[in-house]
Each structure stands twice: as C-alpha cells, then as structure tokens.
T-cell receptor
C-alpha cells in the first residue's frame, strides 16, 4: 500500500464549478498535510497546509482534514482556467520532516 | 519565491558517465532534499540533509550519492548514469521541523542515453 494515495484523474470541471480532490494516507502518526500545485513543466508550489482536524479556508481553496479516517481533501471553488494543473498531496511521515507525496491529480477547467 | 537555484537546468548524458547536479539556496535553511519526479510516481525522495555534512537516504537512493559541505549547497551525484535515471530532479529546502513547508527549486531535466 502506498503511503499517500490520491484519487485518479484527470478531473475535468467547468469554469465556475467546484473541483474536489481527495487524498488518503497510511501513517496514523502523520501530523502535517500539504497541498501543492504544479503547472506543466514547472516546480511544485504550495497552496495550503493543514495540521488540525476540520476545515481551513484560503480564498477559493479549502482544505479538509479528518485524521480518524486518514484523509485530507482540497476543494477549489469557482474554478478558473488558471487552476488547470496537477495537484499533489503531501504528508509528513510520522514525527519526521520527510514528506511522502501522492502521484497527483490533474485538473482541467473547461472554459 | 524562495531563493533556490539548480544547475544545470537541462542535461543530456550517456550511460555510464558520472553526473553531478547542484542545488544552491540563499535562505540559510537547515534542511535540503533531492527528489525525482517520474510519470505515475509523483515525487520520490532520493536523499536529504539536515545540516552540513549530515545526510541520509530516502526511498530511492540506490545509484545516487550526495554531499553538503556548506549550508547553501547540496550536490547530487549519479555515480554511473543509467537510462532508468532519466527524470526530472527537484531540490527542496525547509527551515526546520515537520510543520515547515518545503519549497522547491526550478528542477533539472536529465536525459541519459
């Protein structure tokens, strides 16, 4: 079993819709969770991090964490064509500064 | 953007030759990482460093070695390049603990013929 798994894509959504991305992780000791966005041919850039159960909102992005169920999700509201990218979920491994990344979910926003 | 540069940005080499990739940071961050990214695999950790001369292996370290003689530089060496090491290599840095975000460099595209 992979340490971090993301829902397979690609995910295609119309402009203005909500894109929902899911990520599950295997290590119950993980405490830090990150979402990165990666445009084609570019390096990953941080969108959000979340440490506590519940929701965290930043503009059009909302991260949701449920440690009991070992999943973290990212919602993109009012999706824009500029949101078309691959989204990577990353989880720290136990009480450690190393991150394990999911394979990514590619999102395409249709104008 | 975090002050991270990687060199070279692109490289083509032949099987069996040694290759060294450089990561340079101006942030004075303690932790540095080398990842490779391949289709379907996401980012996989090769080696990481938690201080000058302090390094350790990641999940895909075979065929790679690293060195860190200064805080700002982290070198990745492919001892004898193979075609399976064709990939995009990213360097990342973070300041301290597990709650700290990792920031990525621009990447190096390596093609081993």
């Amino acid at each position: 079993q992979k340490e971090v798994e993301q829902n397979s894509g690609p995910l295609s959504v119309p402009e203005g819709a909500i894109a929902s991305l899911n990520c599950t992780y295997s290590d119950r000791g993980s405490q830090s969770f990150f979402w990165y966005r990666q445009y084609s041919g570019k390096s990953p850039e941080l969108i959000m991090f979340i440490y506590s159960n519940g929701d965290k909102e930043d503009g059009r992005f909302t991260a949701q964490l449920n440690k009991a169920s070992q999943y973290v999700s990212l919602l993109i509201r009012d999706s824009q064509p500029s949101d078309s990218a691959t989204y990577l979920c990353a989880v720290n491994i136990g009480n450690d500064y190393k991150l394990s990344f999911g394979a990514g979910t590619t999102v395409t926003v249709r104008a | 953007d975090a002050g991270i540069t990687q060199s070279p940005r692109h490289k083509v080499t032949e099987t069996g030759t040694p290759v060294t990739l450089r990561c340079h940071q101006t942030e004075n961050h303690r932790y540095m990482y080398w990842y490779r990214q391949d289709p379907g695999h996401g980012l996989r950790l090769i080696h990481y460093s938690y201080g000058v001369k302090d390094t350790d292996k990641g999940e895909v370290s075979d065929g790679y070695s690293v060195s860190r003689s200064k805080t700002e530089d982290f070198l990745l060496t492919l001892e004898s390049a193979t075609s399976s090491q064709t990939s995009v290599y990213f360097c990342a840095i973070s300041e301290s603990s597990y709650q700290e975000t990792q920031y990525f460099g621009p990447g190096t595209r390596l093609l081993v013929l």
